[in-house]
């Protein structure tokens, strides 16, 4: 009689451990679940095609971009243009007036801009006429490797629109051994 006792509380217990693992496996889930969903709409990862942005980042870097967050000069932000999503740094925002000379020293407001993450100042492609004042609405972006980016220089991609822009590019997952904050 005891050994069935002690088979029958046995049995209860089992049961109530996999109610218990059931109903946290259930929870999981669905907390998975609603974090994927609303991190969906809060970030996005995309990975660095090209060598706009060298030496910051460079090809096949995995970086995590946060939508909707305000970006500021000097910010590395995500925007498409073309159907594709282009990364670049604004240099400037709306109502500042950008200059950059022959040799490509980058001036805002008249005052030359301090850029530690360019390797070789650079006029690079650049069909605008400067001083150019950065319309309302919109940011002018470089891409860091000035001598081979693709940007606001250039009247065919011009200043940003600030609803083309994806989010601010705010850290890098890639490769292991550079990871950072951008």
């Known amino acids: 009689m005891r050994q069935l006792d002690s088979v029958i509380v046995f049995l209860e ?14 929870v999981l889930v669905i907390l998975a679940a609603v974090v ?26 995995v970086v995590l971009v946060v939508h909707n967050s305000a970006v500021a000069r000097g910010d590395v932000v995500a925007f498409s243009y073309g159907g594709k999503i282009l990364i670049k740094r604004v240099v400037a925002v709306a109502g500042e007036w950008v200059d950059i000379d022959g040799d490509g020293i980058v001036s805002i407001d008249g005052v030359p801009l301090r850029e530690p993450y ?9 069909d605008l006429s400067f001083p150019y004042q950065v319309p309302e609405g919109t940011v002018f972006v470089m891409g860091d490797n000035r001598a081979v980016s693709e940007d606001s220089r250039l009247s065919v991609i011009g200043p940003v629109e600030k609803d083309q822009i994806v989010g601010k590019v705010v850290f890098r997952l890639w490769p292991f051994m550079r990871i950072a904050l951008i």
């Open 13 to 26: 217990r089992k049961r109530d451990l996999l109610k218990l693992i059931r109903a946290t496996a259930t």
């Open 36 to 61: 994927g969903i609303a991190a969906s709409f809060l970030l996005s990862v995309l990975r660095v095609d090209g060598t706009s942005m060298n030496p910051s980042l460079i090809k096949d870097d």
């Open 118 to 126: 360019v390797n070789a100042p650079n006029l690079g492609e650049c």
